[in-house]
């Protein structure tokens, strides 16, 4: 798939569903009151002023959107110099960019960005995330599996003397 469309459609998929889920939240959702979905999930509105698990928050706002502005400037750079041919690899970058930049710009409308989706069980509970965080994760796993792939295809004997 030479054409960068599709990745450009999922990255303003991922960025409209982020920010439309998050606008939900912030309007039905109460702060910080837990509303359990299952025994292992709830809905949970919080508000991260840093990077992933609250990370770097001394360093404001501006300072905090420049780095993600630099980390989505990176990993685009490493999009356009994937072959055409690692299609996971190129939806891992897509989804990675458009979480990133779902969460860039909740950062810099409101200086902090929405977090709402919380594991746990009655012992212990994960840091609470948002949809876009979920698109990072799973972007990240697709370019690893993807090289994965790729390294293993590598390794394989080429032709009957190998």
């Known amino acids: 798939m030479k054409s960068w469309s599709p ?3 999922l990255v ?10 998050k606008q939900l939240v ?17 809905l949970f509105r919080t508000y991260n002023t840093g990077i992933a698990f609250s990370m770097f928050s001394s360093f404001g706002d501006t ?14 750079y490493l999009a356009t110099r994937t072959p055409a041919g690692h299609v996971l690899s190129r939806t891992g970058f897509a989804l990675i960019i458009g979480g990133a930049l779902g969460n860039l710009i909740d950062r810099a409308v409101y200086g902090h960005v929405i977090d709402y989706i919380l594991f746990h069980t009655p012992v212990w509970s994960f840091a609470v995330f948002n949809l876009a965080d979920a698109f990072i994760s799973v972007g990240a796993a697709l370019v690893v599996f993807d090289e994965l792939i ?3 295809r590598e390794a394989e004997p080429q032709g009957p003397d190998a």
Request: proline share 2%.
């Open 7 to 9: 990745y450009a459609v």
């Open 26 to 42: 912030e309007t039905g959702l109460a702060f910080q009151e837990k509303v359990d979905l299952v025994p292992f999930l709830a």
């Open 63 to 76: 300072g905090l959107v420049v780095i993600a502005a630099l980390v989505v400037a990176f990993v685009l």
């Open 150 to 152: 790729g390294w293993r």
């Open 12 to 21: 303003v998929v991922a960025i409209g569903l982020d920010q439309w889920i």
